[in-house]
C-alpha cells in the first residue's frame, strides 16, 4: 500500500501531485532544500484501490513494515501447532468432537479480531483463526478419506482441494466489493457460520470407532450410512468386521502415537519424506500467494489468476493418480 509522508511536512511542492504525492518515503528534508532529513509520523495512504487496511490503520510503513511479516509469520506457526496438537486429539477423541473443538476457536477468534483495538492483539486473533482452522481442515481431510471407500479416496481428497481453491478464487470477489479490512473480516467471519447446520449430518469415522473398539456408535454410522444409500445393512456384515466383543477389549485398544510410529522402519521413512514435500510445497505455495501484492499489474487480477491455475493443476494430478495407480495426490495437488 502506498504512502506519503505528512508529519513533518517536507514542504515540497509538486506540479503532478497525484503522480508524485505516494513517494514511499519514510524521511523528509527538515526544511525546503535541507540536507537534514528526519523521520515521517504521520502518513497518507493511497485508497485507490483499497480503503482501510491493517497497514492504514496501524501505520504498518517504514519502521514498522516488519510486522506486516509478523502477522503472516504467527499465522504460520498457528498452523503448525495445529496440526501438530489436533492430530494427536483426533486420534484421542475421535474426529467429530475434533473438528467442533476447531469450528468454535476458529469462529470465536473471526469475529473477536473485528474488536482488535491493537495491532497485537489482531495478531494474536490471527494465530487462533489459523490454529481452529487448520485443525479443522487437517482433521476433516482424515474424516472424508475415513468415511469413503478406497476406490472413491483420490476423488474426494482432490474434491477438497478444489473446495480451497474455488474460495481462493472466490474472495478476489469479496475482497474488491469490501476494500475495508473490517468489513472483509466480517464477511470471513460470517461466512463460517453456515458450517454449524452440518453437526447433524457429519458422522464420525466408521474406522476410528473400529479401532477403538466403540461398537454401538459403529453400528448406528453404518446402518444409517446404508440407509442413505438405499442398502440394508446385515448384522453378520457388522460381525465380520471382527469387533471387540467386551470391555477389556476396548480398554486395550489406543491410537500408537508419534514415537511409537517413528519405531516402525517403513511408517519412519515416509514420515520424513511427506514432511520433506510437504515442507518444500508450502514454502512454494505460500512463499508466491503471500508476496503476489509484489508483482506488476492488478492485484486482484493476480490474486485470481493465481487461484484459477490450481484447477488444471488438479485435473493433471486426477489424471497422473489414476494412470500410475499412485494413491491419492494430497500433496502433489498443493
Not at 476433516?140 to 482432490?158: A, C, D, F, K, P
Not at 510445497?281 to 486482484?300: K, M, P, Q
Amino acid at each position: 500500500m502506498d504512502f506519503r509522508c505528512t508529519q513533518p511536512s517536507s514542504g515540497q511542492h509538486y506540479s503532478n501531485a497525484s503522480a508524485a504525492v505516494f513517494d514511499n518515503r519514510c524521511e523528509v528534508p527538515l526544511e525546503e532544500n535541507s540536507t537534514i532529513f528526519v523521520p515521517c509520523t504521520e502518513w497518507e495512504y493511497d485508497t485507490s484501490e483499497t480503503s482501510e487496511t491493517i497497514v492504514s490503520e496501524w501505520d504498518l510503513v517504514c519502521n514498522r513494515e516488519w510486522l506486516i511479516s509478523l502477522a503472516k509469520s504467527m499465522y504460520m506457526v498457528g498452523f503448525l501447532l495445529s496440526v501438530l496438537i489436533f492430530g494427536q486429539i483426533s486420534d484421542l477423541v475421535g474426529r467429530f468432537p475434533t473438528i467442533v473443538i476447531c469450528y468454535c476457536i476458529t469462529l470465536v477468534s473471526s469475529f473477536l479480531s473485528l474488536l482488535s483495538n491493537s495491532f497485537f492483539m489482531f495478531v494474536a486473533l490471527r494465530f487462533f483463526q489459523a490454529f481452529g482452522r487448520a485443525g479443522m481442515s487437517t482433521t476433516g481431510y482424515v474424516l472424508i478419506r475415513e468415511i469413503v471407500g478406497s476406490e472413491h479416496q483420490t476423488v474426494m481428497s482432490l474434491a477438497i482441494q478444489v473446495g480451497w481453491s474455488i474460495g481462493f478464487t472466490s474472495v478476489v470477489g469479496v475482497a474488491w466489493f469490501f476494500r475495508n479490512w473490517f468489513w472483509l473480516q466480517l464477511v470471513v467471519a460470517l461466512s463460517a457460520v453456515p458450517i454449524a447446520f452440518a453437526y447433524g449430518i457429519i458422522p464420525e469415522s466408521p474406522r476410528w470407532l473400529l479401532t477403538r473398539g466403540k461398537t454401538k456408535k459403529l453400528k448406528k454410522v453404518l446402518t444409517k450410512a446404508a440407509d442413505v444409500n438405499g442398502q440394508k445393512m446385515k448384522e453378520e456384515e457388522i460381525n465380520d468386521l471382527k469387533l471387540p466383543d467386551n470391555k477389556q477389549d476396548n480398554e486395550k485398544k489406543h491410537s500408537p502415537t508419534l514415537l511409537e510410529v517413528l519405531k516402525m522402519t517403513k511408517m519412519r521413512k515416509r514420515l520424513f519424506i511427506m514432511i520433506f514435500v510437504w515442507m518444500v510445497n508450502t514454502f512454494v505455495y505460500y512463499g508466491l500467494s503471500y508476496n503476489i501484492n509484489d508483482l506488476a499489474g492488478n492485484t486482484y487480477l493476480n490474486v485470481f489468476i493465481a487461484g484459477l491455475v490450481e484447477f488444471p493443476a488438479y485435473a493433471v494430478v486426477f489424471w497422473a493418480s489414476n494412470c500410475w495407480d499412485a494413491g491419492p495426490p494430497s500433496s502433489p495437488s498443493w
